[in-house]
Nanobody, 125 residues
């Protein structure tokens, strides 16, 4: 099992940047593919980005491609989401998620087994 704790959310003006971090417990972090999802009020949880467990292959939703960057540090058991050029429509609760799999494209929330509690990101116009 793995426990996930997100941090780094907050309030930022449009065009600004935030860096989210997800800290994972356990000694098998490198066996988990990781993802970031977000959920805005009244909307479904949606995929943002994912990264494979050892090669670090990344995949992004079209809505964030070129603005967000996912990265991981297996020595520190962390996965980060650097968010630049933020827009009001990026406002949501952001969740970190984990699944033990060698697969590379993991865009469905149902694929993931473990979730953090979420961190709020609010982008003002």
């Amino acid at each position: 099992q793995v426990q996930l704790v997100e941090s780094g959310g907050g309030l930022v003006q449009a065009g600004g940047s935030l860096r989210l971090s997800c800290a994972a417990s356990g000694r098998t972090f490198s066996t988990y593919a990781m993802g970031w999802f977000r959920q805005a009020p009244g909307k479904e949880r949606e995929f943002v980005a994912s990264i494979t467990r050892t090669l670090g292959m990344t995949y992004y939703a079209d809505s964030v491609k070129g603005r967000f960057t996912i990265s991981r540090d297996n020595a520190k058991n962390t996965v980060d989401l650097q968010m630049n050029s933020l827009k009001p429509e990026d406002t949501a609760v952001y969740y970190c998620a984990a699944v033990q799999t060698p697969r590379s494209i993991l865009i469905s929330a149902g694929t993931y087994d473990y979730w953090g509690q979420g961190t709020q990101v609010t982008v003002s116009s």
